[in-house]
């Protein structure tokens, strides 16, 4: 497991070397002081597994840089590592394709939770973190677009549950969609408590009954 580690304190940095080498037996962690060095580490190796970025940095911040990182590497999840715990930070963040959010207050046992989870696939970000979001979910933080009359959803919801009744995959619709694959879980998780449903086979059904999709779909694509 590869990973690149952006932060500016050499003593952070080594700490955390000690609990991200616990996350598996063959973890390999570039490190980089700055934006720059993160850019020129990023475009030069291809098999990185994960991205962890600070905000503070002392020629660019982590957050104007993001973009950028992933640009280079579009398939490799960037968890936002910060001191900072500001509710405009975590959305910024989110909104720029993050696909986590670990406050540096965490335990180093928190901290393994939360890269687990995103090395599964999944989004994390702190509940307490959550709570300063105004009482959004993340997935407001991803598209502020305003609800479609036909239902709870957004219109980039809607679009991604258009390519769900086609029968694809996460990563095609991300792809189709020009978004991170962590960014489509989001909208499906949103989606489907939304219509109230189990899994992406009632989605797709539901959104028919409702006449959000206009035309029924083949379940076993699904």
């Given amino acids: 497991m590869h990973i690149l580690l952006v932060d500016d304190h050499t003593l952070f940095r080594e700490a955390l070397l000690h609990v991200l080498k616990q996350l598996a037996d063959n973890v390999l962690v570039y490190e980089a002081a700055n934006a720059t060095e993160a850019v020129q580490l990023i475009a030069h190796t291809r098999n990185l597994d994960m991205v962890l970025l600070d905000i503070d940095l002392p020629d660019m911040d982590g957050l104007t840089t993001l973009p950028e990182l992933r640009a280079l590497a579009p ?49 994390f970000i702190p509940p307490r973190l959550l709570g300063k979001l105004g009482g959004q979910s993340p997935i407001d933080t991803l598209d502020s677009e305003i609800p479609t009359t036909q239902t709870l959803l957004t219109a980039r919801q809607v679009e991604v549950l258009e390519l769900m009744g086609k029968g694809l995959p996460n990563k095609t619709i991300a792809r189709n969609l020009n978004l991170a694959e962590g960014t489509v879980k989001l909208h499906v998780a949103a989606i489907l408590r939304a219509l109230a449903v189990g899994n992406r086979t009632q989605a797709v059904t539901e959104a028919v009954r409702r006449g959000v999709l206009l035309s029924p779909v083949n379940d076993q694509n699904l």
């Fill in 75 to 123: 398939t490799i999840p960037v968890v936002v590592l910060s001191g900072s715990e500001i509710s405009q930070h975590v959305k910024t963040a989110l909104d720029k394709g993050a696909v986590g959010y670990i406050p540096k207050s965490c335990s180093g046992h928190e901290m393994l939770t939360a890269l687990r989870i995103v090395l599964q696939g999944d989004i």
